[in-house]
């Protein structure tokens, strides 16, 4: 079992909808991080957590430690947001030893 | 203010060979860490450094090592490549521990 599960793997939308991917974690962290990555492999950090819940703009992010889940929500989706989005924890308490989950490919439809 | 920079974008080498793959952090950023991206992997930590320091480690052989300078550039290297080794690989700085990660466009290496 991997110690980051991203649900769903795959996921199609169409423009306007509100989108919901999931992470969930097997091991303590210290932090967590939602990046996106777009087709020719830049990787963009959207989001580092500890706790709580992070906005911007049509982006949130939030985090349950005592569940070891984390979820980001896409409100208003576009097209643009069409890439993979990946979850990737500190493990063991480290600052430095990331554990990427295996990403969600999101495709949103005009 | 600039992005990582990594050099060389592509790369193509034969089983045996070694690499040395460059990347120059944000400036200010003293971490600089690095990441193995294939299709069936996915993204693996390699290994961190701070301040010329190895903090951290990843699962890799031997093979794969690394340093970084004063300036907080750092470079990767992997001896004796294997048809396995074929990647993208994946630079990122930060400030400090508790802040964002900025990524580079990736080096691309190719083992033939």
């Known amino acids: 079992k991997n110690e980051v599960e991203q649900s769903p793997q795959n996921l199609t939308a169409q423009e306007g909808e509100f989108i919901t991917i999931n992470c969930s974690y097997s091991v303590g962290i210290s932090a967590l991080h939602w990046l996106q990555q777009h087709p020719g492999g830049g990787i963009v950090s959207l989001f580092m957590?500890?706790?709580g819940k992070k906005k911007h703009g049509r982006l949130i992010a939030t985090i349950n430690i005592q569940e070891k889940h984390s979820s980001l929500h896409i409100t208003a989706s576009h097209p643009r947001d069409s890439a993979v989005y990946i979850c990737?924890?500190?493990?063991?308490?480290?600052?430095?030893?990331?554990?990427f989950g295996k990403g969600t490919k999101l495709s949103v439809k005009p | 203010k600039a992005g990582v920079t990594q050099t060389p974008r592509y790369l193509i080498k034969t089983r045996g060979q070694q690499v040395t793959l460059s990347c120059s952090p944000i400036?200010?950023?003293?971490?600089v860490s690095w990441y193995q991206q294939t299709p069936g992997q996915g993204l693996q930590f390699l290994f961190e450094?701070?301040?010329?320091?190895?903090?951290n480690k990843g699962n890799f052989p031997g093979r794969f090592s690394g340093r970084q300078f004063s300036n907080s550039r750092s470079e990767m290297n992997v001896s004796t490549l294997e048809l396995g080794d074929s990647a993208l690989y994946l630079c990122?700085?930060?400030?400090?521990?508790?802040?964002?990660?900025?990524f580079g466009s990736g080096t691309q290496l190719s083992v033939l």
């Open positions: 400036s200010g950023h003293r971490s």
């Open positions: 957590l500890s706790s």
């Open positions: 990122a700085s930060r400030r400090g521990f508790d802040e964002k990660l900025f």
């Open positions: 450094y701070f301040s010329e320091t190895q903090r």
């Open positions: 990737a924890v500190y493990g063991g308490g480290s600052q430095g030893n990331l554990i």
